[in-house]
């Protein structure tokens, strides 16, 4: 069984940054195309980042390109959000997500392809 534990949410103010972190246990995370999500109150979830299996090729949301980086440490099964000049709207719970198999270079944006999920660490934005 794999479990995911993200870690590194809380309060910060405007321009300020977070550095969030994904513990992968069970299984080898070479196996998985890794990605973060978010959620904010009374809004869906939505496609924040990903990374694929060899870490070469990363996606980003259009709201976060340029001020977020993706990145995963295989030896350490774990996955980072770096997460700079932080917004208002950049408030929510942070999700991370792994997706089973696949192409080594492959990445998707699409949350229901997408195998375990963790439960979450909060990120609030003050301005």
């Known amino acids: 069984q794999v479990q995911l534990v993200e870690s590194g949410g809380g309060l910060v103010q405007a321009g300020g940054s977070l550095r969030l972190t994904c513990a992968v246990s069970?299984?080898?995370?070479?196996?998985?195309?890794m990605a973060w999500f978010r959620q904010a109150p009374g809004k869906e979830r939505e496609f924040v980042a990903a990374i694929s299996r060899n870490g070469f090729t990363t996606r980003y949301a259009d709201s976060v390109r340029g001020r977020f980086t993706i990145s995963r440490d295989n030896a350490k099964n774990t996955v980072i959000l770096q997460m700079n000049s932080l917004k208002p709207e950049d408030t929510a719970v942070y999700y991370c997500?792994?997706?089973?198999?696949?192409?080594?270079?492959?990445?998707?944006?699409?949350?229901?392809?997408?195998?375990?999920w963790g439960q979450g660490t909060q990120v609030t934005v003050s301005s």
């Open positions: 069970g299984r080898t995370i070479t196996n998985y195309v």
């Open positions: 997500a792994a997706r089973e198999g696949g192409n080594t270079s492959y990445v998707t944006r699409i949350s229901r392809t997408y195998d375990y």
